[in-house]
């Protein structure tokens, strides 16, 4: 059985997001809005920083992130800070997880609070 183009996208879709690595960086970025490279390898220690940085950069090439570069920051060295695109947030909206945003937003607070950041 074929599927409809609206119900395939949304099947790869939920298939890209699935691994749980990306699905991690999602939640983590749909609790805090904005972060840079160091702070989400702080947040997701667990994840070796080879990895992440993967998986950040196929999360971008894909279209459910989006990178902006910010001059000034910390001794004048650019940064990069990632946030959820709209594709993002839709999907995330869809499976309902938008509505736990304050609930996740509160977890990530406790583990900076836990590092020290």
């Known amino acids: 059985m074929k599927l409809p183009p609206k119900f395939e996208n949304k099947r790869k879709d939920l298939e890209f997001i699935s691994e749980k690595t990306r699905y991690k960086i999602l939640l983590t970025l749909l609790a805090e809005d904005s972060l840079s490279f160091i702070q989400l390898r702080n947040l997701l220690s667990s994840i070796p920083e080879n990895n992440l940085n993967y998986h950040i950069k196929i999360l971008k090439e894909n279209g459910y992130l989006k990178n902006k570069k910010v001059q000034d920051y910390k001794r004048s060295e650019p940064r990069s800070f990632y ?35």
């Open 83 to 117: 946030s959820l695109s709209s594709r993002s947030l839709e999907l995330l909206e869809e499976l309902g997880l938008t509505n736990v945003k304050k609930e996740l937003h509160a977890l990530v607070h406790s583990l900076t609070d836990e590092i020290g950041e």
